[in-house]
């Protein structure tokens, strides 16, 4: 099975690419479970059943650059809370993955001595992961 390097890796916010990132999360989607147990089940085991789907939360991290337009729509779109496009791509026709998101947080700093300062954002999913 090939490779796929993370170097080139590129996600957009609202159509806007985000730049200067270290780090993009991974996708964990999840589901609840409904416990479908009832007096008759066989052999006194729990039986269960897939309740609701959660796609989860993607956490960025990478240098602060003011001058970024897309940490800049990271900030503008902490601020209004809308849900957004969201698409990250994989270099060399790898894939990825589009799904819609509101930001969920956005952190800047620290400032160590010997540091670059650094800036964080978790992208909160709505809805549905598409795989591309």
Same mark, same amino acid.
């Given at each position: 099975?090939? =490779?796929? &390097? %993370?170097? /080139?890796?590129?996600?957009? #916010?609202?159509? =806007?690419?985000? *730049?200067?990132?270290?780090?993009? /999360?991974?996708?964990?989607?999840?589901?609840?479970?409904?416990?479908?147990?009832?007096?008759?089940?066989? *052999?006194?085991? &729990?039986?269960?059943?897939?309740? #609701?789907?959660?796609?989860?939360?993607?956490?960025?991290?990478?240098?602060?650059?003011?001058?970024?337009?897309?940490?800049?729509?990271?900030?503008? /779109?902490?601020?209004?809370?809308?849900?957004?496009?969201?698409?990250?791509?994989?270099?060399? $026709? %790898?894939?990825?993955?589009?799904?819609? %998101?509101?930001?969920?947080?956005?952190?800047? *700093?620290?400032?160590?001595?010997? /540091?670059?300062?650094?800036?964080?954002?978790?992208? &909160?999913? $709505?809805?549905?992961?598409?795989?591309?």
């Amino acid at each position: 099975m090939a =490779k796929t &390097r %993370a170097l /080139g890796t590129t996600i957009t #916010f609202n159509a =806007k690419t985000i *730049g200067s990132l270290t780090s993009i /999360g991974e996708i964990t989607p999840d589901s609840e479970e409904l416990d479908a147990t009832t007096l008759d089940s066989q *052999g006194g085991y &729990r039986e269960f059943l897939q309740g #609701f789907k959660d796609s989860g939360e993607v956490t960025l991290s990478g240098y602060y650059d003011k001058a970024d337009a897309g940490q800049q729509e990271l900030i503008t /779109g902490y601020g209004n809370g809308e849900v957004k496009a969201v698409a990250i791509a994989f270099p060399n $026709s %790898a894939g990825g993955a589009t799904f819609n %998101a509101y930001v969920k947080s956005f952190t800047v *700093g620290a400032a160590d001595v010997d /540091g670059i300062v650094g800036f964080g954002a978790t992208l &909160r999913i $709505s809805g549905a992961v598409t795989a591309t």
